[in-house]
């Protein structure tokens, strides 16, 4: 029997994604080369994450990704600054020091931190279409694109995966996704029969969407609130609010899927204008994570009352 490794990955995240094709290329490659690789979507979430999550695989990853203080969570790499919570679990780090723990909150990509470390520990470096893709990872997770534009531009494969990604589908398939990553180039794994007609709608849906997103957005302040709570499957806009509100600082969204509402909080990355909060610090005190520049708190469906306050709460605090 083939020895499994559960690779955990933020879900639904071109550098979550990247980062478990990345690590499984690697264990493949360099620890075990017959091992069964099952990926694992995780989402952030109130509380602790890994609660009911069976460590009961062989060996365990978690990539970009909340640190998990497990000791069978032998392979830790991550660079949100919120990934101790509670900040407490930041001792088991420090105390630990595991040399497969990797932490670097400056680093743009986790996939670019994880290329960085298995080359400087274990000697290993990718193949080239995976490189690439660690490249496109620190373009998109520290949106470091030219101008909005470009960034929701979908002419390139990475692009259009990072847009199909964002609009959340699900587990299985990204799960999937991940495997193929992890053995095809981003052009191959987009001409995949499985994806090809989920990228196709992508791009005639983005048109759909641009209209949408232009007559609900609302100011307050600097502040763009795109508030889609009760179009239950509607997405954040993402990018596309800084291309249609360019003069905004700050953009929030509130969206609600079957299962869950989520706010999205982020800073123009065009903006004029100087940040005046730290976005992960404040979706932590709600119960979210992120970075300095975006953010996010995942609530349950059900907590509607909840998710109205936390909006309000965080729009208020961003406009004052
Ligand atoms: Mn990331």
Request: hydrophobic share 45%.
């Amino acid at each position: 029997m083939a020895r499994v490794l559960k690779v955990f990955f933020h879900d639904a995240c071109f550098d979550g994604t990247t980062s478990a094709a990345l690590f499984s290329a690697f264990y493949r490659g360099h620890v075990d080369t017959g091992v069964d690789v099952r990926p694992v979507g995780m989402v952030h979430r109130d509380g602790d994450p890994f609660e009911g999550i069976a460590l009961d695989a062989d060996d365990h990853a978690c990539v970009d990704f909340r640190f998990c203080a497990n000791p069978r969570m032998r392979w830790w790499f991550d660079h949100h600054p919120t990934a101790f919570q509670p900040p407490a679990l930041r001792q088991v780090y420090d105390t630990e020091q595991l040399p497969t723990w990797v932490f670097d909150p400056t680093a743009p990509s986790c996939a670019g931190l994880i290329m960085k470390a298995l080359e400087r520990d274990y000697g290993w470096t990718p193949s080239p279409h995976l490189a690439d893709a660690v490249r496109w990872a620190d373009t998109i997770d520290a949106a470091q694109f030219a101008s909005a534009e470009a960034a929701i531009a979908l002419d390139e494969p990475a692009q259009r995966l990072a847009a199909w990604l964002a609009h959340g589908r699900s587990k299985l398939d990204t799960s999937r996704y991940v495997e193929y990553l992890s053995r095809q180039s981003l052009a191959e794994v987009a001409a995949r029969p499985e994806l090809a007609p989920q990228l196709a709608l992508v791009e005639a849906e983005r048109m759909r969407e641009l209209d949408a997103v232009r007559r609900i957005g609302v100011w307050h302040g600097d502040v763009i609130v795109f508030d889609r709570i009760n179009d239950v499957g509607a997405r954040s806009p993402g990018f596309l609010g800084y291309v249609l509100f360019p003069t905004c600082l700050y953009a929030v969204a509130a969206t609600r899927a079957a299962d869950t509402i989520k706010i999205s909080v982020g800073v123009n990355p065009w903006s004029k204008g100087t940040r005046r909060h730290d976005i992960g610090d404040l979706c932590a005190r709600f119960g979210g994570g992120g970075h300095a520049v975006v953010g996010g708190i995942t609530l349950r469906a059900d907590e509607l009352t909840r998710a109205r306050e936390t909006l309000t709460a965080i729009v208020r605090e961003l406009a004052a």
